[in-house]
């Protein structure tokens, strides 16, 4: 397994696994056992960094990795999420409400420790920006829960470049995380510059677009109300039909690389910075291998060129998210 490095020595596999369509937002929760066995297949082959929040399920996301993964703990690299009160009766993003007061992170951690079975989280990422709360605070709330030994690096997760910057000015981050994919290229505007400046790496939730970069969504695609695309604006088949460009474009070229959409989704990214980890979510074995076998594709400085500038003419329509969840980006 190639591995890359986020910050200065958060050494990871060079893809993660995004392990929330286990138990939340993409239909209901997956059996637990085939959920083991998929963790325990994606050890099995090398890949060493994976995703979670207490936010997730709430809290039962958590309690299956902490679970599936105690036995090979001491070689893995578990990323969680703080900054959302849980405390009331509507537990998902956008529903409950922010909270990244100092006390309340430090309240979070056990949790969150207690949960993944371990007694230190290696990567603590506030999930989303605190407006009430000056980053600071939080960075500064962080910064004491490392020299307690109960964290080891700090992340920020859809910062803008000021909270980045203002963050990192009190404890170094290690990495940010945002969407990023062929479907979604804003954070090339200033996200990427800064990180680059700082030193500091992205891992790209979403790297396949929440599925519709496989090549396997189109306008006829039903999702359940339990599956939170539902409330998408970019999954409406109006949307879905429009941007139907990007996934012949992908096609175009999987089939001259012997790889399919998916493959060519992430080496692409891959392809556009040495620190740059995706961590696609799956929930079956046969993506998980299609997925790593995008390690294998290499694209070549023609093949970038002819996807750049084959996508600058591709309008991708839809928002990304409803109005109130993309107001918690970017802040």
Not at 51 to 66: I, K, Q, R, S
Not at 129 to 140: H, N, W
Not at 178 to 184: D, F, G, Q
């Amino acid at each position: 397994m190639q591995s890359r490095t986020l910050g200065k020595n958060l050494k990871v596999s060079a893809l993660g696994l995004g392990c929330m369509g286990m138990s939340f937002s993409y239909g209901p929760p997956k059996d637990k056992a085939e959920m083991t066995a998929l963790l325990h297949a994606a050890v099995d082959r090398g890949i060493t960094f994976f995703d979670t929040a207490e936010v997730y399920g709430p809290f039962t996301n958590e309690e299956l990795v902490g679970e599936a993964l105690a036995p090979f703990r001491k070689k893995l690299v578990i990323a969680t999420k703080f900054g959302f009160d849980l405390a009331g009766p509507d537990n998902r993003p956008g529903a409950s409400p922010l909270n990244s007061q100092p006390a309340h992170i430090k309240q979070a951690v056990e949790g969150s420790l207690k949960r993944l079975r371990t007694d230190v989280i290696d990567l603590y990422y506030q999930h989303r920006v605190d407006p009430a709360v000056p980053i600071e605070d939080v960075a500064g709330a962080v910064k004491e829960l490392i020299h307690a030994g109960k964290v080891k690096h700090f992340g920020l997760s859809e910062a803008g470049v000021q909270t980045i910057r203002r963050a990192h000015a009190v404890q170094p981050v290690a990495a940010l995380q945002n969407e990023y994919s062929l479907w979604w290229r804003r954070p090339e505007q200033e996200i990427l510059p800064t990180l680059e400046e700082l030193g500091i790496g992205l891992v790209a939730y979403s790297p396949l677009g929440k599925g519709f970069l496989t090549g396997k969504i189109d306008e006829t695609a039903k999702f359940d109300k339990t599956d939170f695309r539902s409330t998408l604006p970019r999954f409406t088949p109006e949307a879905l039909k429009a941007n139907q460009a990007l996934i012949d474009l992908l096609a175009a070229i999987a089939q001259r690389k012997n790889a399919t959409p998916a493959q060519i989704a992430l080496a692409w990214l891959l392809a556009q910075k040495p620190w740059i980890v995706p961590i696609p979510g799956t929930t079956k074995l046969h993506r998980l291998d299609e997925n790593l076998g995008a390690l294998s594709v290499q694209l070549t400085s023609g093949d970038l060129r002819d996807i750049n500038t084959a996508a600058a003419n591709i309008h991708v329509q839809g928002a990304r998210y409803p109005e109130k969840l993309e107001q918690m980006t970017n802040l």
